[in-house]
């Protein structure tokens, strides 16, 4: 059973649309999607935001849905100056941004895990680039030419980054800074991912982290990331795991 997630209902709508026979459950103020997705057994939740959203839901994955794969998707800030909006970015290695223990610990370091990111496997980061280029190459087929003219979507790319993670929304040059300088090499800034990580880590399940680009977390990411969330999040979604799983 693979597990799907994403952060806001937008993020998972499409891919709720395709899935059969349906039985839905409620724990915990969320609903459970479990059925038949692209002819896998799956099952769809939105979390919501933030990291103890998120890793309360993956939690609720593993041990009542028996989940034995984790995909997150969703949308995020770009921090590499070089993503534009409707690029995406496939997980590699994954940072709390706000975790800081010192002095007591290294800024950044998981508490007891002596550990200060959480990787995905290369054969899942693969798997997945490979899905998203091929959905990108045929955009067209899913996202009117009015919808990538707004938001200047010309030659989307996929990359293979690293993702950081905290209970903010970064909306200002200053904070990009501050997690560009702290971090090695963040292509993207979300609210999620690494909490998601550590449970999979945690429980020792493979999970990918799936993110296009929805704003430039700066100023503008507010007014960015809502018109983008509101029109095309979910064909991205859905595209890309439709992809993953026919493939
Ligand atoms: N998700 C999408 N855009 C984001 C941003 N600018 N900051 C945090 N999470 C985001």
């Known amino acids: 059973m693979i597990g799907i997630m994403g952060a806001m209902p937008e993020e998972v709508n499409n891919l709720l649309d395709q899935l059969k026979d349906v039985k839905s459950t409620t724990i915990g103020m969320r609903t459970y999607y479990e059925g038949v997705l692209f002819a896998k057994p799956a099952v769809i939740v939105f979390s919501r935001w933030g990291k103890v959203a998120a890793a309360t839901t993956v939690s609720t994955l593993l041990l009542k849905f028996k989940v034995t794969e984790l995909i997150f998707t969703g ?3 770009a921090i590499n100056h070089t993503l534009k909006v ?3 970015v496939i997980s590699d290695k994954l940072f709390q941004h706000d975790m800081d223990a010192r002095p007591l610990m ?3 370091e998981i508490p007891l895990l002596n550990k200060l990111f959480f990787e995905t496997e290369q054969e899942k980061q693969e798997e997945a680039k490979a899905a998203a280029e091929r959905f990108l190459k ?3 087929k899913t996202i009117s030419s ?3 003219e707004e938001f200047r979507i010309k030659s989307p790319r996929v990359i293979i980054g690293n993702i950081a993670s905290g209970d903010r929304f970064i909306a200002s040059n200053t904070d990009k800074n501050i997690i560009e300088e702290g971090l090695p090499n963040i292509a993207c800034v979300e609210m999620e991912g690494a909490a998601v990580a550590q449970v999979c880590y945690e429980f020792g399940i493979p999970f990918t ?3 296009t680009i929805s704003d430039a977390a700066d100023t503008q990411s507010d007014m960015d990331f809502t018109k983008f969330i509101a029109s095309i999040a979910s064909n ?4 890309i795991i439709r992809e993953l799983f026919e493939h």
């Open 146 to 148: 009015e919808d990538l």
């Open 236 to 239: 991205y979604s859905e595209g």
């Open 86 to 88: 409707g690029d995406v």
């Open 209 to 211: 982290i799936i993110r």
């Open 138 to 140: 045929n955009i067209k």
């Open 106 to 108: 290294a800024q950044y």
């Open 75 to 77: 949308v995020a800030g």
